[in-house]
């Protein structure tokens, strides 16, 4: 990607127009830097700036103060052209301490801007960020010689600016924040409307603490406005997306609203049975906020009960959800195969995180696609729907809704923390744009003159859905091998395996109502196809726009979103290809299961670091499988 | 004017034959289980009206194929995971009457975890629990509640493993109502079985259950003529704790240290402890009867402890009520949007 900052001024605070930045506010775990860059990025949202965002945070809630282990990252990639990745170089850093320039200062682009909090650079702040005792600081010896480097006093500055506060030293340390924040609404000229309002609400209730905080903010800007350090202020113009209506949304929320909106439209109250696990408790924490909107969250003693308690609840006529990460998915393993058997509605979410184990519970892999469709005991298929961006969840779990009720099978939705956590605009829909779901609750006897016949199927292989509650029709189901049709306990060797065979099929056959892949970009017969599926989506779409800009007409993208089953044509696109690459965050998961069903050599390249792709990764692989033999 | 009112006409009284289904049962001859299936379908008839809003839930072992004989509703499930699988229906749907049943594996062992949080959260589920001390669907293996020393299959040497005391587990954890009876005695398992219908939350009953091919006659010192008086013990509400042929014997309390007591050379019926099933210190004590730490105590049937409390679906149900009348349920279109949109034309 080109660089859009300038660092060397001819005179003093000229502004420049420049089409995309990125920011990457790095600092203490306790710094406040998740909200810092949040509030910079719904401002930038709010200003009609295209965005994507890329929270990176420890493990550990309070990793000691100043250590590396300790900080605690949030990037944000703004502007006014299309943008679908967080960045891979950021243009400028925002460092409140030692250990935050050492950790995050390699991907600083060279000539990039550096604002650090020269409090965070004495000896003792040094020693815990890893520097050899009675070392000079990298702000005094020629480390930041290739950059622009802002060195400000935060700390002292917020201090003064508070000293007539009636907050505490600690408090007025929590300041600081905001006084970055002012900074930089400064430099890239924005508003501090939309924060002073969102403090208001906030700390309305604490008038101390919100006058400390806009008195903060307010000096950080002027700090900008009065000092004459900073050279250069930067515009960004509002970007050109498609005109509509425009929200900022993390993956998690627009997971969490893609179910409420699929349980409105399909006529049914969400139970949401869950326990908290990394980077899935968000969705859990949305939507225990709709009580008012009916829906029952039942935060279970462990993964299993989680699950069990779903599962109970569709079977009682809800839309039975648990949302998980790895970890907690395989726990849910064996009650998964029961809702499998049992043929009821489920909506499994699986969060992936770095595994495995408890593995990197932060970081985001895409390494439980094998196991999402292969991790159960016995013949139990599933359908498998995968979200490709923040704002992708929300029609992708929508689908998975959608295909759960309407053909009675537990539907496994996967997303990661990459997606999850990170946030993008989003051209909302409205209700009347969302497709219908059909639930249908059977009330009579579907077997006339004859007892009720829980497993009998229509053309697609459905069983009926009923109530219990429902009079005439009381049955038992159960994970016991049933007779076809009649749901009996039977151990008959020819009939489970036809039952295994009508499960099966049952699940293949929503390949008939699952779109056609078409590549996402570039010609659907060509050199080179780019095959991902879910978080990659990004970094893909992006090597592809300055790939065909570049003139490389012959390579296309295609992105799959239904990992099980597959979109019928896929064998057929991917035979159009000389070439399939398939870019994933695991060890070729897809990979695999590409060259076993169609029997093509597909190239596999993976990274399994805990982070998403670069784009210029990507890039550079796809040229070199371009230009192979 | 002259008004009519037609009184609505009473429901018709289901019978047993109402809740048996037309599947075969499949336990061993003799087994326990028979009793307590046919002590369920004859009592339930005087619980409800509506048969379809009646749930069973069981998990795995020889028990949990209890709702394949039941015609209500019923789900056989994985397991140990009964409990939480009924949670999730009651709390589904708070005016389905469900039951769970389960044995002292499914429901101690791999499926202690949602028991224990099962009893705190006190849905109101009726929870039969079929204590054999054995693992029979598996072939003999010893359970956690075999007592220690057991020999079994997978135990040739004896278990060495101190096994759970089930009242104790359950007082421990909030439990609202704990009673014990027995497979052989159907009248008093029959009365125990409407004092759990009529509790409002999880009621636990512990039923001792025979294993006749397992673990045969575990618990026919407390069900057989020759033995029952001395080491059964019969609990009544406000009535004093006697045993022993002819009513001998008597439990008195010294301080919170039960003594038994001969009321035929002495002792007086007016200073035994009087039975109280709201007190749970009173309760824990019962419980350790089966310990047998100092004294050999007999053992007490009936009801040891009950007390309501609120039904966790119940505060669901009151939570949402209050969020709905409160602010409202949110449109949708205004969940899509969120609060701070911008408009690209």
Redesign the interface.
């Known amino acids: 990607m080109e660089s859009t900052l300038e660092t060397k001024a001819s005179r003093p605070t000229e502004t420049r127009e420049v089409d995309s930045i990125v920011i990457r506010f790095s600092g203490d775990s306790g710094d406040g830097m998740q909200l810092t860059g949040m509030q910079f990025t ?1 401002t930038a ?4 700036q295209d965005l994507s965002t890329f929270p990176e945070f420890p493990a550990e809630i309070r990793a000691p103060a100043g250590t590396i282990a300790g900080v605690s990252g949030f990037q944000v990639h703004f502007g006014s052209k299309e943008i679908f990745t967080p960045g891979d170089q950021y243009d400028v850093l925002v460092a409140m301490n030692s250990a935050a320039l050492k950790n995050d200062l390699h991907r600083l682009k060279r000539g990039g801007v550096i604002i650090v909090n020269i409090a965070g650079f004495d000896s003792k702040n040094l020693k815990l960020a890893g520097y050899p005792e009675g070392s000079v600081s990298p702000l005094e010896d020629n480390t930041l010689d290739e950059y622009t480097v802002y060195k400000i006093d935060v700390t002292k500055h917020t201090k003064e600016a508070l000293k007539d506060s009636a907050l505490g030293m600690k408090e007025i340390e929590r300041c600081k924040n905001m006084f970055v924040l002012g900074v930089l609404f400064w430099m890239f000229d924005k508003s501090m409307e ?1 924060t002073l309002k969102f403090l208001d609400e906030k700390f309305g209730k604490k008038p101390d603490i919100l006058s400390g905080n806009i008195t903060a903010l307010k000096s950080g800007w002027n700090y900008g406005d009065n000092t004459e350090i900073f050279t250069i202020r930067y515009k960004t113009a ?2 050109k ?9 993390a993956g998690n929320q627009s997971t969490a ?1 893609g179910i ?2 699929a349980a ?1 439209k399909a006529g049914l ?1 969400v ?1 949401l ?1 869950s326990y908290p696990i990394t980077p899935a408790s968000d969705i859990l924490h949305e939507l225990s906020k ?5 829906v ?1 969250t ?1 935060q ?3 993964e ?2 989680a699950i ?6 569709s ?4 839309l ?1 959800v648990t949302t998980t990460s790895g970890p907690g998915l395989a726990l849910k393993s ?2 998964m195969s ?1 809702a499998m058997i ?1 043929e009821i509605p489920l909506l499994i979410i699986d969060v992936q995180r770095g595994g495995p184990s408890t593995g990197l519970p932060t970081k985001t892999e895409q390494s439980d696609l094998l196991f999402a469709l292969h991790g159960r005991h016995g013949e139990s298929p599933l359908p498998i729907i995968a979200a490709s961006t923040p704002a992708d969840c929300f029609d992708a779990v929508y689908e998975a809704v959608t295909i759960s009720i309407e053909h009675m099978v537990p539907v496994i939705f996967l997303s990661d923390g990459y997606i999850a956590n990170g946030s993008e605009p989003w051209r ?4 009347d744009m969302l497709k219908p779901i059909n639930t249908m609750f059977l009330t009579e006897n579907n077997n006339p003159g004859g ?1 009720f016949l829980p497993y009998k199927r229509d053309n697609r292989g459905v069983r009926p859905w009923v ?14 091998e049933k007779q076809n049709e009649t749901g ?2 039977s151990y008959d060797s020819a009939n489970h395996e036809l039952m295994i065979k009508l499960r099966a099929e049952k699940v293949a056959k929503i390949a008939d109502r699952i779109p056609l892949l078409k590549t996402d970009s570039g010609p659907e017969k060509g050199k080179v196809l780019v095959l991902g599926w879910g978080s990659t989506y990004g970094a893909i779409k992006t090597v592809m726009n300055e790939l065909h800009a570049e003139g490389y007409a012959d390579v296309s993208h295609a992105h799959l979103r239904h990992m099980n089953p597959f979109p019928k044509n896929l064998g057929e696109l991917l035979h159009g290809f000389d070439k399939i690459l398939i870019p994933e965050m695991n060890c070729g998961q897809l990979l695999q299961l590409i060259r076993a069903k169609y029997l093509i050599p597909a190239i596999g390249y993976s990274k399994v670091q805990g982070l998403p792709f670069d784009t210029d990764e990507i890039k550079t692989k796809v040229l070199e499988v371009y230009n192979s033999k | 004017m002259e008004t009519t009112t037609l009184e609505p006409t009473a429901p018709v009284k289901l019978t047993a034959k109402d809740f048996t ?3 075969e049962v499949k336990w061993c001859p003799g087994c326990g289980d028979y009793s307590i299936l046919k002590q369920v379908q004859t009592v339930l008839p005087d619980f409800v009206t ?4 009646v ?1 069973f ?1 069981s998990g ?1 072992g020889c028990s949990s194929r209890f ?2 004989y ?9 397991h140990g ?1 009964a409990t ?10 708070p ?2 009457t469900v039951w769970v049943v389960g044995g002292d594996g499914d429901l101690l062992s791999i499926g202690g ?2 028991f224990i ?1 099962m009893l705190r959260r006190n849905p109101n589920i009726k929870l039969m629990l079929f204590n054999n001390q054995i693992y029979g669907l598996t072939k003999g293996q010893y359970s956690p509640t075999s007592p220690k020393g057991t020999v079994a299959k997978s135990t040739p040497y004896g278990s060495v493993d101190e096994p759970f005391n089930p009242a104790e587990l359950a007082l421990g954890a909030k439990a609202g109502f704990f009673a014990r009876t027995l497979d052989r005695d159907p009248k008093h398992m029959q009365a125990m079985l409407a004092r759990a219908n009529a509790h409002k939350g999880t009621a636990l009953i512990e039923i001792y259950q025979n294993c006749p091919v397992f673990n045969d006659a575990a618990f026919f010192i407390f069900t057989e003529k020759e033995t029952k008086k001395e080491e059964a013990l019969f609990l009544e509400q406000g009535k004093p704790l006697v045993f022993g042929a002819g009513d001998s014997k008597g439990i008195k309390l010294d301080g919170f240290k039960p003594v038994i007591v001969d009321l035929t050379t002495g002792a007086s019926k007016d200073d035994l402890w009087i039975h109280d099933e709201t007190d749970k210190t009173k309760a824990f004590l019962l419980a350790g009867f089966a310990d047998n730490l100092e004294t050999h105590f007999p053992r007490p049937f009936g009801v040891y402890y009950r007390s309501e409390r609120a039904c966790i679906e119940d505060d ?1 149900a009151a ?2 009520d ?3 009348a ?8 205004k ?4 609060d ?6």
Request: net charge positive; hydrophobic share 40%.
């Open positions: 719904d949202a709010l200003l009609g939309f509002a970007a997306l498609p005109a509509g209506i425009y929200r900022n949304i609203i409420i909106a409105e109250p139970f049975g709709y009580k008012a909107n009916g029952k039942f279970a003693e462990d299993i009960a069990c308690t779903a599962i109970g609840a079977y009682a006529g809800l039975g064996e009650a029961l049992l909302f829909p409205t209700e007892k109530k219990p509650g429902t009079k005439g029709l009381e049955h038992r189901i159960g994970g016991l009996n306990v | 289904s037309d599947q509506e048969k379809e809003k749930v839930i795995i709702p394949y039941m015609s209500t509703y019923g789900m056989h499930s994985i995971r939480a699988i009924a949670s999730g229906v009651k709390a589904a749907n005016d389905l975890n949602h949080h669901m939570q949402i209050a969020a709905k409160k602010r409202g349920k949110t449109a949708l279109n969940i899509l949007s969120g701070k949109t911008w408009t690209i034309v």
